[in-house]
Nanobody, 119 residues
Framework: QVQLVESGGGLVQPGASLRLSCAASGFTVDKYAVGWYRQAPGKEREGLLCISPGGDTTTPADSVKGRFTISRDNAKNTIYLQMNSLTPEDTAIYYC????????????WGQGTQVTVSS
């Protein structure tokens, strides 16, 4: 069955970098779009970036443009989220999700990984 498992979260100081992983199973990541999302306490879920089957990326969230990037390792069937220059406002649970395409709905979700940015 389709599964996505996020990892790599943790507690970091402001200004630090962190790379999250989204390990996929039950499908191949170069056949579907995969997006990264986050949800902070008391806030709505926010779509951050997406990578298409062809490898094109979109960044709908202005808050992370220039700081976060999405990439993919087809051999490992894994999607990554590289996060740089982290601020306390980036504190949230981060999720990856499979989508039919980057502008479509997400149909399968991971369980999330907590990222906390604090001094």
């Amino acid at each position: 069955q389709v599964q996505l498992v996020e990892s790599g979260g943790g507690l970091v100081q402001p200004g630090a970098s962190l790379r999250l992983s989204c390990a996929a199973s039950g499908f191949t990541v170069d056949k579907y779009a995969v997006g990264w999302y986050r949800q902070a306490p008391g806030k709505e879920r926010e779509g951050l970036l997406c990578i298409s089957p062809g490898g094109d990326t979109t960044t709908p969230a202005d808050s992370v443009k220039g700081r976060f990037t999405i990439s993919r390792d087809n051999a490992k069937n894994t999607i990554y989220l590289q996060m740089n220059s982290l601020t306390p406002e980036d504190t949230a649970i981060y999720y990856c999700a499979r989508k039919s395409h980057c502008f479509g709905q997400s149909t399968y979700w991971g369980q999330g990984t907590q990222v906390t940015v604090s001094s």
